[in-house]
């Protein structure tokens, strides 16, 4: 299995464990809630369907509307065929989650664990957040000693271009500062003594650790910032 392949599968198990949604539904959220995935089409979605219905963990059911089934019939077309996450499903995509491997912190993975950390524990998000931070801190100090290696030999454009890319990153870096510290603050707030219904332990899914205010500046986490 490709590594864009398998972070498709992840992102069609996590959309489905929301509801069930038949293919045209699916490429829509896949296009407008994951970035990463705006150029893929339906020639790659139906391979990847049809795999995790093999695996068992979809199974396909006929659309719930009779009349969209009764006019597919007169039309002479195949009724929508929806898909639904079985508990085998469930299972596979909840072990996805709580990997936190070098594989996560990369651009195009990331963004997609990133969509979905509003179902992941808040120390996977913690170790997946730290991973990729410490990811990009690498690449900024390869940037910069190429940067001193090459810039006396490089026009005006390309150095402007080196330039904008570590821009790019040290944002991204910025950020995550940002949510890590969030993060930290939420899980110090919930071991600290109870004051009430606030201080309610919500450890799976929970959302409470994003910054409250965050400009548009910040990097979509499906940016990729690769140079």
């Keep these: 299995m490709s590594r864009r392949s398998g972070i498709l599968e992840f992102a069609v198990l996590g959309l489905l464990r929301e509801a ?18 705006r150029a893929f089409s339906y020639g790659t979605l139906y391979p990847c369907l049809k795999t995790l219905v093999a695996s068992g963990w979809l199974i ?7 009349e969209d089934a009764l006019a597919a019939s007169l039309a002479g077309r195949r009724a929508k065929i929806v898909y639904r996450l079985t508990a085998e499903g469930k299972e596979h995509f909840e072990e996805l989650l709580s990997h936190t491997g070098p594989d996560t912190w990369e651009d195009e993975h990331f963004a997609a664990r990133f969509a979905f950390f509003g179902q992941t524990e808040r120390e996977v998000r913690m170790r997946v957040l730290e991973g990729r931070r410490s990811r990009l801190e690498e690449r900024l100090e390869k940037m910069r000693a190429s940067l001193a290696r ?3 030999r490089l026009d005006d454009y390309t150095l402007e271009l080196q330039r904008h890319g570590m821009e790019s990153v040290e944002r991204e870096v910025r950020w995550l500062n940002e949510l890590i510290e969030s993060e930290r603050a939420g899980r110090d707030q919930r071991s600290g003594p109870a004051t009430g219904s606030a201080q309610q332990d919500n450890t799976s899914g929970e959302t409470g650790g994003l910054p409250r205010h965050r400009d548009s500046t910040r990097p979509d986490p499906s940016e990729d910032t690769a140079n």
């Design 60 to 66: 396909e059911e006929p659309g719930s509307a009779p």
């Design 150 to 152: 090459t810039r006396e």
């Design 20 to 37: 069930p949604m038949h293919g045209y539904e699916l490429r829509k959220r896949l296009n407008t809630s994951l970035g990463i995935f």
